[in-house]
């Protein structure tokens, strides 16, 4: 987990349940980008939003928790 005073680790646990539970119970997420960084003519998306449980993800946190995800 990374550095972050604005949440703790119980908070970040319950994100990562959160993320496995929606694609048990829900079918597979449906991930789109909500933010990103420009540069030059790329961008890198840093945060997605699953469309069908609405939560929130990092893509660091993705690929941290994650290791065979693909984009």
């Known amino acids: 987990m990374r ?5 703790t ?4 646990d319950r994100k990562i349940d959160a993320m496995k539970v929606c ?3 829900r079918g597979p997420h449906d991930y789109i980008p909500i933010a990103w960084v420009k540069q ?3 961008r890198e998306v840093t945060v997605l939003m699953c469309r069908v ?3 929130r993800i990092r893509t660091e946190t993705l690929l941290d928790q994650f290791e065979e995800i693909k984009f």
Do not use: L
């Open 53 to 55: 449980c609405f939560c």
């Open 23 to 25: 694609g048990t119970n």
């Open 40 to 42: 030059d003519d790329n």
């Open 3 to 7: 550095e972050d005073p604005k949440i």
């Open 9 to 12: 680790q119980r908070e970040y």
